[in-house]
């Protein structure tokens, strides 16, 4: 499931989320529809999307079918 799959699931609007999770609604539109890319948000935005969507892990807000990943710290 992706980001926008877990927040209708939970029956949520996206202003909803961005106040619980402090982004803007924008922010969120774009990340649920792919103009900004998940895998470019900041650790502690994707902790404040797992909190605001009760998810535990943000790799779940990578779709099955979708070709993005995650990119990789290498330090």
């Known amino acids: 499931m992706g980001l926008r799959d877990y927040r209708v699931k939970r029956g949520l609007s996206q202003e909803q989320v961005a106040k619980r999770a402090g ?24 902790r404040a999307l797992c909190k605001a969507l009760n998810v535990s892990n943000p790799l779940n807000f990578y779709r099955e079918d979708s070709t993005e990943s995650p990119k990789e710290n290498k330090s």
């Open 23 to 46: 982004i803007s609604q924008p922010r969120l539109s774009d990340y649920e529809v792919g103009r900004k890319p998940i895998g470019n948000m900041t650790l502690d935005t994707a």
